[in-house]
């Protein structure tokens, strides 16, 4: 693992908000210059989360950020070290309620960081073990009240028990109506009432896709079955299009 780290001149947030409600309706934005995005990689930041001590961690095309106000750590791949971050190409960040940084890779599956620690655990698809992730590039990550995962990837959905280390997981069926809509998970929400939403959609094809329709999917915990909610051409009340890259309530 490498690690390191900028010492920032001032405490300011990363965003600032400063609206003037009496005189204008203006909204300003306070840029860090020393968070340069030319250090950060070619693509920048990808995914955005903050743990329960406040810290905020950026996925990257080119590592994990951690930044505190003052400080940025980086973490990087070593390929001497086996307990390092598994790959510096990553897609999300997901900060659990105790603590540890889960962090998506684009083909080397789940990182697991303990920040106490600074040792990364890998979780992987292995094609002959049914209970392990269903595959390796990692679009999205969230947490339930359980405290276990839901993993959204190119080729399916799974839910990981992160006491155990097993996943279930959830494939696209084009011949079963209760399956997951799409293989390619992008945005996953639970909301208010607890129920798990999942957003789907279909690889950069133009058109339709018979195959895989992309889609919003609605998951009953109790049948293991999803309700899908697809675009219809000659219903005006459905979605407007069946790519679904975010869902907010």
């Not at 780290?5 to 210059?33: M, N």
């Not at 303990?114 to 679009?139: A, Q, W």
Request: charged share 20%; net charge negative; with cysteine.
């Amino acid at each position: 693992m490498q690690i390191q780290s900028t010492v920032f001149s001032h405490t300011a947030l990363l965003l600032l908000f400063l609206p003037v409600y009496l005189s204008s309706q203006d909204v300003r934005f306070e840029k860090l210059p020393e968070f340069d995005l030319t250090e950060l990689g070619y693509g920048g930041i990808t995914d955005i989360t903050q743990d329960p001590e406040g810290y905020m961690w950026f996925a990257t095309l080119n590592g994990l950020y951690r930044y505190d106000g003052y400080l940025v750590l980086t973490y990087q791949n070593d390929n001497s070290n086996p307990q390092s971050l598994a790959l510096n190409h990553l897609n999300s960040v997901y900060a659990d309620q105790d603590g540890l940084i889960w962090i998506g890779t684009v083909g080397r599956g789940v990182d697991c960081l303990n920040p106490k620690t600074g040792v990364f655990k890998n979780y992987r698809h292995h094609p002959n073990e049914n209970e392990s992730i269903c595959n390796d590039t990692i679009n999205t990550i969230r947490g339930d009240k359980n405290g276990f995962l839901w993993i959204g990837t190119m080729n399916g959905l799974s839910y990981l028990n992160t006491r155990t280390g097993k996943s279930t997981s959830y494939y696209f069926n084009k011949n079963d109506p209760n399956s997951i809509s799409d293989k390619e998970v992008r945005v996953i929400y639970k909301d208010k009432a607890g129920t798990s939403w999942f957003g789907t959609r279909s690889g950069f094809s133009v058109g339709p896709d018979k195959e895989n329709p992309g889609g919003l999917n609605r998951f009953n915990p109790e049948t293991g079955n999803f309700t899908r909610y697809l675009r219809s051409p000659n219903d005006s009340k459905t979605l407007i299009n069946n790519r679904i890259t975010a869902i907010f309530e």
